[in-house]
């Protein structure tokens, strides 16, 4: 129905598209026909998230798409490394 209302309008059109488009990958959960009435994580995904907010919130604004996903890219390398090389029991992977 929000697709409907503002795809005519010019501005929301793009918008509109992404939204469509993602749709069924974002509510992938309910479809199992299990639904959840909530979404969980892990600690560790939501230290994430915290950190790429962080430093999103120093830039501001980014010049184009790349430029945000090279920072959440070079985070993530970052970070995955950091995890490779951890102690901790729950980090540990096999390679």
């Avoid at 010019?10 to 990958?25: N, Q």
């Amino acid at each position: 129905r929000l697709v409907n209302d503002y795809v005519d309008q010019t501005k929301y059109t793009k918008a509109c598209e992404t939204l469509d488009d993602g749709f069924e990958d974002a509510f992938q959960y309910t479809v199992s026909g299990h639904g959840h009435n909530r979404l969980k994580s892990t600690n560790l995904i939501e230290r994430l998230n915290q950190e790429v907010r962080r430093r999103e919130k120093i830039i501001r604004i980014f010049p184009n798409r790349a430029s945000a996903n090279r920072l959440v890219g070079a985070l993530l390398i970052d970070t995955h490394e950091e995890w490779l090389g951890s102690t901790r029991k729950y980090l540990k992977f096999d390679q």
